[in-house]
């Protein structure tokens, strides 16, 4: 059965440094989402990626961040300077037309 | 106030019996979607719903639009179904997914 895939699956960084989650959505899914989750919280949306731009993004979802289809196969999220609240397990997410959203198993990150 | 609102926020069953959580939301939605997240953080996509009722196996999964209001039953529960049930809804298709606070459901032996 196809998945999303999400790499690493556990980052550890030092306050201030980048850092890049990478998933790779279902092969013939064409939107695209991220969402994080702080530790005992609720999920929440930071951005939607349609036909290779930002179709929605969340008020978290600042200058610090970006998203990026760099290959049409990987999607990634990019963190410039990472901060202390930036701690959190992060979801990709993709759908095809129709289809309910498949997530990815999520990675968590630790910033230090 | 939050668009998605659960109950109950926990929930302790013994093994075998029939559980019941409930999702009411506060917009007008274009799907409602039942999500499973296991200990080990991953999301798990139970049902999406626009109308009625569907099941899969020991799952039903139900919706009244009118009362905006949801319902995840689960039959004959077992300890491998505990996990926290998130209600999620779309406003939009295609939208982004508005996640409620989770019912964390521990079914014990």
């Known amino acids: 059965e196809p998945e999303v895939t999400q790499t690493p699956s556990h980052q550890v960084t030092q306050m201030g440094q980048e850092v890049i989650l990478r998933c790779v959505p279902i092969?013939?899914?064409?939107?695209f989402y991220w969402y994080r989750q702080i530790l005992g919280q609720k999920v929440e949306f930071l951005v939607s990626?349609?036909?290779?731009?930002?179709?929605?993004k969340s008020e978290i979802f600042d200058d610090q961040f970006s998203v990026e289809r760099p290959d049409g196969s990987n999607f990634t999220l990019k963190i410039r300077s990472t901060k202390l609240e930036d701690s959190a397990m992060y979801f990709c997410?993709?759908?095809?037309?129709?289809?309910?959203?498949?997530f990815g198993p999520g990675t968590r990150l630790t910033v230090l | 106030k939050n668009e998605v609102e659960q109950s109950p926020q926990n929930l302790t069953a013994q093994e075998g019996e029939f559980i019941t959580i409930n999702c009411s939301y506060s917009?007008?939605?274009?799907?409602l979607h039942w999500l499973q997240q296991h200990p080990g953080g991953g999301i798990v996509s139970l049902f999406m719903?626009?109308?009625g009722k569907k099941k899969h196996g020991r799952l039903i999964a139900t919706i009244n639009i009118q009362e905006k209001h949801s319902s995840l039953h689960i039959t004959a529960s077992h300890p491998r179904d505990s996990a926290v049930y998130i209600c999620?809804?779309?406003?939009?298709?295609?939208?982004?997914?508005?996640f409620g606070p989770g019912t964390s459901l521990s079914v014990i032996p």
């Open positions: 719903l626009s109308s």
């Open positions: 997410a993709s759908r095809s037309t129709g289809s309910v959203q498949f």
């Open positions: 990626f349609y036909n290779n731009e930002i179709s929605e």
């Open positions: 092969s013939n899914h064409l939107y």
């Open positions: 999620a809804v779309e406003k939009t298709s295609y939208d982004k997914v508005i």
């Open positions: 917009v007008g939605i274009s799907a």
